[in-house]
C-alpha cells in the first residue's frame, strides 16, 4: 500500500501513530512534533455517504424494490425469512463470491432510482452506489445513468395492454395510436420517450399522435391499470411479460410464492377484462436486464463488468436462471442444454400469434 509523509502535533501525531502500527504492526513513539507514515487512501469503489468504505475490496451497495418477481422480490419460507431476493440478488451473491466483493443489497423504492424521466433522488444523492434489475433502455436513462452488462440476454419485450369489451379490444392491434390516450408506468422500462421508437408489430409502421401520461409513484403499476379499467385511458405501454408476472392465486400469492404487494384482484382479471393488442417489441432496449445502474461517470460498471462477464459462464448461474425459470432469457453457456427461445406469447411478436384475446394476448387482426 502507498505510504504518504504527514507532519502532525499532539492528538493528530498519536492517530497517525495508530495507523501505523495497525498498517504496519509496527511500534510507535509519538514526540510532541514527529513525522510519521501513513496509508495513503486509494478509493476502492464510488463512495457512499454514512458507509465505511472498503479497505482490502470494493464494499458495494445495491437497491432494489420487492414487487417485481422473479427478478426482484421478498422471499418467504422455505426460500427466505423475509429478505430480499430474485435474479438480481442471487447474480450479486455470485458475482461477489467470485471476485472477492463486498456485494450488499437493500431495499428501496423503485421510484428512488428513476422516476419520471429523471434519475431517482436517492441514487443521484448517492445513497447506495447503484440499483439493480434495471433495463438499458434507449433515450433517457441512457443520458443520465451508466449500465453494468446485462445478466440476461434477452432483452424483455414492451407491449401494449387494452381494456376488452365483450371480449373486443378497445384498440384494434393495427392502430398506429394517433389520439389514443395512452399511460406509461412510471419509474419502469419501458420509458415513455421509446413508444415513438418502437413498431407495430402488426403493420411494420411506427407509432404517432398518442396522448401519453404518467402513472403515480407510490404503485405505478396498480395506478396505471385502474386507470386503464376505469376508462381513463386505454392503453398502457409496459412490460410485455408485466401481467403474467403479476398473476396471484387464491392466497394472493405471485409465481414466485411471496405474498403479492400488487392489486390481485384487478390483475386476475387479464383476459377477461383487458389484454395485449402489442407484444414482443424489443427495439425499445439497447440490452436486457443490468445488474447495477449508477450515476453517469461514477466508475460503478467499471468494477462489476469484469466479474459479470465472468459469473454468466458458470454452473452457478445457470441454476440460478433454471430457479428462477428465465433460462430463455438467460446469458446461454456450456451448462445450458439445448433448447427454443421465445416460446411464450409475450415474447413473440404480436404477427407470430394466433391467440385469442381471452388468452390475454390478441392475434393481429384480420
Known amino acids: 500500500m502507498p505510504i504518504q509523509k504527514m507532519r502532525r502535533d ?9 495507523l ?14 514527529v513525522e510519521v507514515d501513513i496509508p495513503a487512501y486509494e478509493p476502492r469503489e464510488p463512495a457512499v ?6 479497505l482490502t475490496k470494493p464494499r458495494i451497495v445495491l437497491a432494489q424494490d420487492t414487487d417485481w418477481p422473479p427478478y426482484a422480490y421478498m422471499a418467504l419460507p422455505p426460500e427466505g425469512d423475509l429478505v430480499l431476493a430474485g435474479l438480481g440478488h442471487d447474480v450479486a451473491m455470485g458475482v461477489a463470491k467470485m471476485c472477492n466483493l463486498d456485494i450488499t443489497m437493500t431495499e428501496a423504492k423503485w421510484s428512488e432510482c428513476w422516476s419520471s424521466g429523471r434519475i431517482g433522488t436517492s441514487l443521484l444523492s448517492g445513497y447506495y452506489s447503484g440499483c439493480s434489475t434495471y433495463t438499458h433502455t434507449h ?3 441512457n443520458r443520465q445513468m451508466e449500465f453494468t452488462h446485462p445478466i440476461l440476454g434477452d432483452k424483455i419485450p414492451a407491449g401494449i395492454l387494452t381494456r376488452l369489451v365483450n371480449g373486443v379490444p378497445v384498440i384494434n392491434g393495427k392502430s398506429n395510436l394517433n389520439g389514443v390516450k395512452i399511460i406509461d408506468v412510471t419509474g419502469w422500462a419501458p420509458t415513455a420517450d421509446t413508444l415513438a421508437i418502437v413498431t407495430n408489430t402488426c ?8 396522448v ?20 381513463t385511458v386505454d392503453a398502457i405501454w409496459i412490460y410485455a411479460n408485466q401481467a403474467k408476472n403479476y398473476q396471484c392465486d387464491a392466497n394472493g400469492k405471485g409465481p414466485t410464492g411471496a405474498i403479492a404487494t400488487w392489486n390481485c384482484a384487478n390483475w386476475n382479471k387479464f383476459g377477461k377484462d383487458f389484454a395485449y393488442v402489442q407484444t414482443g417489441m424489443g427495439s425499445h432496449a439497447l440490452n436486457g436486464t443490468t445488474l447495477g445502474v449508477s450515476k453517469r461517470g461514477s466508475g460503478l460498471a467499471e468494477i462489476l463488468n469484469p466479474c459479470i462477464d465472468k459469473f454468466i459462464k458458470t454452473k452457478e448461474y445457470y441454476d440460478i436462471c433454471v430457479k428462477h425459470k428465465l433460462t430463455t432469457t438467460c446469458w446461454p453457456n456450456a451448462h445450458f442444454p439445448n433448447q427454443g427461445v421465445g416460446t411464450e406469447d409475450w415474447e413473440r411478436k404480436t404477427s407470430a400469434l394466433t391467440s385469442a384475446c381471452s388468452t390475454g394476448y390478441c392475434k393481429c387482426p384480420a
Open 20 to 33: 501505523a502500527i495497525v498498517d504496519a504492526q509496527q511500534t510507535c513513539t509519538p514526540a510532541a512534533d
Open 49 to 54: 455517504p454514512g458507509l465505511m468504505p472498503g
Open 139 to 141: 433515450g433517457q436513462r
Open 10 to 18: 499532539g492528538q493528530f501525531a498519536i492517530i497517525a501513530c495508530i
Open 212 to 231: 401519453m401520461s404518467q402513472s403515480t409513484t407510490a404503485t405505478p403499476n396498480d395506478d396505471a391499470l385502474s386507470k386503464l379499467l376505469a376508462g
Open 203 to 210: 403493420t411494420g409502421a411506427k407509432f404517432s399522435g398518442f
